[in-house]
Each structure stands twice: as C-alpha cells, then as structure tokens.
C-alpha cells in the first residue's frame, strides 16, 4: 500500500483518534428492508483512514484500485474501483475540508472524533462509481465519540452532473448505528440527505440544526429504529423529516422544532411541516414529539395512510393560517387547503387514520388538531386532540369507535368548532369517549353530517359529550342529559363497576352521558383518591370515589347541529 501524507501528521495521531474503535463491531439485525446488510470490521478487512487537520489531511490505506486525491489542504476524494468491501474511517479537525466518495460497492464509514466544515458544499458526500455517480450503494454510517458536520452558504464546488443536497449526502441508503453523537449544522441545503432511505439505529445521537433546508431527508423513506434524534429547522416552506414514501417510527426519542413561513413560487405552495410523508405514516414505539410554529404548518402530513400502533406522540402546532380566509369556521363547505388559505392542522392525513394503540396528544391553535381526509378509526390507545381555532378531530368520512380512551376539545370561539366532527357517519361502538364543544349552538360534542343523510350511532362504549349529540342521533344504548352542569368542575360518572372522573372546562345545559343498557349515575365534585389522569387530565380512570352531589339525569334523544357541511 502507498501512504499519502500532506502536511506532515504523526503515525501517533492515526493509533490515539482510532484507540477507541472497537475492531469487531457488528452492526446487524433488521428487518423488512432487501439491501439490509452487516458491518463486521473483520469482514470489510480493507480500511482507508482520513485523519482531518487545519494543516493538512493525512490519508492511509489506498492502493491501485481505491484512489485519493486532495484538493487543497483538506479535501479528500476517494475513488474506489475494487470489487472489495471497505471501511472508511474519519477523524481529526478541519474548517474547510470534505469526504467525497466514489463508489459502486456497500461500504462502512466510521466517525470518530471528527469536526468537519466545508464552506463550499457538503462536508461528507457520498458518490456512486464515477461513471454512474447516481446509482449508489448502501453506507453504514457508524458514529464514535462526539462528531459535528457543517456546510457552506453557497455549494460552489458541485459538478453539473451530480447531486450533492446535504451537508451529509449519499446518492444511496444511509444507516446510522453506533453508541456516538452526531451535530450537524446546516446553513446552505438539507442537513441529512439520502436519495435512497435513511435509517437509524442502535444508540446513536444525533442533532440537525438547519436554516437553509430539510432537516433530515430519505427519498424512498425515512425509518427510525433506536438511538436520540433531534432536529430544529428554521427554513421556510422545509420539512424536519421530509420522504417521498413513507415514514416509520418503531423506536428511539425523535425531537422536531420547525419553524419558518410558508413559500409561493410558480403557483407551488410549500408549508413547514415536522413529519412530510408523501407515502403513509406508521409508528409503533419509541417517542415523538414535534412543535411547530410556522405558518400554514403541520405537525404531521401524510399523503396516503397515518397508523398509530404504539409508542407516545405529543404535536403541539401554534403557527397561524397562511392566505385569505383564515380562522375558525372558515367556511362551512369544508375545512382543508383552499387556492388561498393553508391551515396549521395537528396531525393531517389524506388517507385514513388508524389508532390501534399509543399515547397521541395533539394540540393546534388555528385549526383542526387531527384530521382524516378519509376515514378515522379508533381501536385501542389513548388520543387526546384539543383545537382553538377549529373542530379537535375531523373526518371527511366515517369515523368509527371500538375501543381506546379519546378526547376531543372543540376550544373555538366562533362557529365551526365541534370536539368531534365527521363529513360522514360516527359509529361509537365501544371505548370511552368524550366530545368537548365550548362555543355552544350550532356546534356539538359529536357532529355526524346530518345534512347530507348520515347519523350518528351510538351502540357501545362509554359517552360524555359537553355541548351535546347531533340532531336526528340513532341512540342504540340509550342516552342522558344533566339539566345544568358547571364550569371547571370535577364530576364523577360510574358505568356498572367502572368509575370515570372528569373535567368540564365550561358550564350550561347540554351535558350528555351514556354507557351500558342501563342509566349511569353522575355525581358532582366527589371527593376521589388515586387512579391515573389520562387524555391530558381531562379523565382520571381507576379513582376511588366519594361524597359529592348526585345530579340528576334525563333521558335524551339528540339535538343541535349547524348547517352546511363540516
């Protein structure tokens, strides 16, 4: 092998940056993806090493078939014409250098102590075969120690005939692994960028700050397995985490802070989004939480299907609605996207949303805080939706009950405000929940869409409604009105064995129960001791209850709608 040495750098600076690799690491053990592949650092045998300084870089191991050039001090390229599996390891300290790679074979490359920046374009650019640039390979990218990655305002050096959107960019897969930490600092494009999928995995961490573009980008999709991954975007009309397919979150701790307005070009609207998914959405472990502040934002956007199996999700969207048109009730005949308004929603799908399972609180200033474009359907977990700007969870389709605890709180103060709102028929055949509407008539707690036919069924489950049930309301369990309740109460309702406490943010006379064949009792400010608060303390569940003051129930049939359409 030859060694290639610019500026003089110690051989003893290679054997400290590397002491602290572990030389039989294995990185495997995933699913569901074809090109998922092992590191074993015995198996990619051949290793070229790049040790970064202000003085020069330091390269070793290149040979015949892996070629290495260096422009300037500090930019590295390496071409790798072998058919051999290698590792490339990076360290070391530079204010204007870059890793480009050529390559047509999966490959590792091991970070470790290495602070990159590259004024003119990407710090690390990963290349497929030179005659091919665009058809790359797998890279594993194992993180050591603590690392930082950052580019330029203006990507100067890119040639016409290559992509390079990232200040970490990789024409194929990117899979993250490792026990390290990982800051990238975007102020030019995109911080994390795969025109293929991005994955993380194990225990790594990592923080995108962007200015300029997406925080964490994978054209075929994005997959979160484990590790800590925090990203903070102020870029107008830019996604946190942006794909093309889908996105699947199945563990780990996923931060989002997006921030920024929404951008008009050409007729093109583009809005700040925490999660964009073109494809559908699924998550079914692991924690998300996303805040946004940004213009005509979302939360969460998904163009098919969003499933929420498990894990804990907290969307809190505070940005106001961008165009003409804008606030509650903004126009009867739907609620969505106009040619001249984009509304901040919570969580919106085009697709259907299904809660099988999970934690969902979701919380939205100016408009809806869930919103199916389809189907809604609730089969087990806890979902609490709050909206002061518009109906707390929306359907343009049918929204169906089995099981679960859910909340939905209408908060608005003008017309258009419904805690649950359906364009089709509400089916409650079972779980336990409660439809808040504060403004009063012509909004209700459950708004099925009467004027186009449809009902709503109540079969099952366990029912608190504060502003009451759709008008012309099929009551197959049989329903119950308090004659008067009262603002910022406690009231304790007791289904057969069960007893639910809750809060009642306002007061008047269309506070509706139900659960069971039989009528519920309803008792105002009990003493109660224990149980677990849910649906953001709006219930408590498992309560020893005591004392207060029964209230009286009578029977009811449904009533109250507002016209037009939801």
């Known amino acids: 092998m030859r060694r290639l040495v610019l500026y003089f750098a110690p051989i003893a600076i290679l054997l400290l940056m590397w002491s602290c690799v572990d030389d039989n690491i294995v990185l495997i053990d995933d699913v569901n993806t074809e ?53 490339y390891r990076l360290s070391g300290n530079s204010s204007n250098g870059y890793f480009k790679l050529y390559s047509g074979r999966k490959q590792a490359i091991v970070i470790n102590s290495l602070t990159l920046t590259n004024t003119a374009g990407a710090a690390i650019n990963i290349q497929g075969p030179m005659a091919s640039p665009s058809s790359g390979k797998s890279t594993q990218l194992v ?150 502040t940004g213009t005509g934002a979302k939360g969460i956007s998904v163009d098919g299907n969003a499933t929420f199996n498990g894990g804990e999700v907290i969307v809190t969207v505070s940005g ?88 939905g709180y209408g908060a608005g103060t003008s017309t258009g405000a419904d805690g649950i709102d359906a364009n089709g028929n509400i089916y409650i055949n079972g779980g336990v929940v409660y439809g808040i509407c ?25 029912v608190i409604a504060i502003g009451g049930l759709e008008n012309g309301a099929q009551l197959d369990q049989p329903c119950y009105k308090a004659a008067s309740f009262s603002p910022n109460a406690t009231y304790a309702l007791t289904v057969g064995d069960a007893k639910y406490v809750f809060q009642t943010p306002t007061g008047g006379n269309s506070l509706v129960v139900s659960g069971g064949s039989s009528q519920p009792t309803l008792v105002y400010q009990p003493t109660t001791s224990g149980g677990s608060d849910i649906l953001n303390g709006m219930i408590t569940v498992g309560a020893e209850v005591s004392g207060g003051t029964s209230v009286s129930l009578s029977s009811y049939s449904g009533g109250g709608s507002r016209p037009g359409g939801h």
């Not at 897969?173 to 390290?180: D, E, K, P």
């Not at 919106?348 to 934690?359: H, M, P």
């Not at 504060?438 to 366990?462: I, M």
Request: include cysteine; hydrophobic fraction near 30%.
């Open 320 to 407: 106001s609605n961008y165009g003409s048109g804008g606030g509650s009730g903004w126009g009867w005949g739907g609620h969505g996207n106009t040619t001249s308004g984009v509304y901040t929603k919570g969580i919106k799908a085009d697709g259907d949303i299904v809660f099988n399972g999970g934690t969902i609180t979701v919380s939205s200033t100016n408009h809806e805080a869930i919103e199916s474009k389809a189907e809604m359907i609730f089969n087990g977990g806890m979902v609490y939706a709050y909206s002061r700007g518009d109906d707390a969870i929306n359907a343009s389709s049918d929204m169906t009950f089995n099981s679960g605890y859910v909340c």
């Open 143 to 292: 993180v050591w120690g603590s690392n930082s990655l950052a580019d330029g305002v203006q990507y100067s050096q890119t040639p016409q005939s290559e992509d390079e959107k990232a200040v970490l960019f990789s024409e194929g897969q990117l899979i993250f692994s490792g026990r390290g930490s990982l800051s990238v600092t975007a102020t030019g494009k995109a911080g994390i960028t795969s025109d293929d999928y991005v994955k993380m995995k194990d225990s790594v961490n990592i923080s995108v700050i962007t200015t300029s573009g997406h925080g964490v980008r994978g054209k075929d999709s994005v997959i979160v397995q484990g590790g800590v991954l925090g990203i903070t975007s102020s870029a107008a009309g830019k996604k946190g985490i942006s794909t093309d397919g889908n996105c699947r979150v199945s563990g780990g701790a996923t931060t989002i802070y997006v921030s920024g307005n929404t951008v008009v070009s050409s007729g093109d609207t583009s809005r700040v989004d925490g999660i964009k998914a073109d494809g559908a959405f699924l998550i079914d472990g692991g924690t998300l939480m996303i805040t946004s």
């Open 35 to 87: 090109d998922e592949w092992a590191f074993d650092s015995t198996d990619y045998s051949t290793v070229v090493s790049v040790v970064f300084s202000e003085s020069g870089a330091v390269v070793d191991g290149q040979d015949d078939s892996i070629l290495v050039s260096i422009s300037g001090n500090n930019g590295v390229t390496v071409t790798n014409i072998s058919s051999r599996k290698v590792q």
């Open 438 to 462: 504060t403004h009063g008539s012509p909004d209700v707690g459950f708004d099925a869409n009467s004027e186009e036919r449809k009902k709503l069924y109540v079969r099952g489950g366990v």
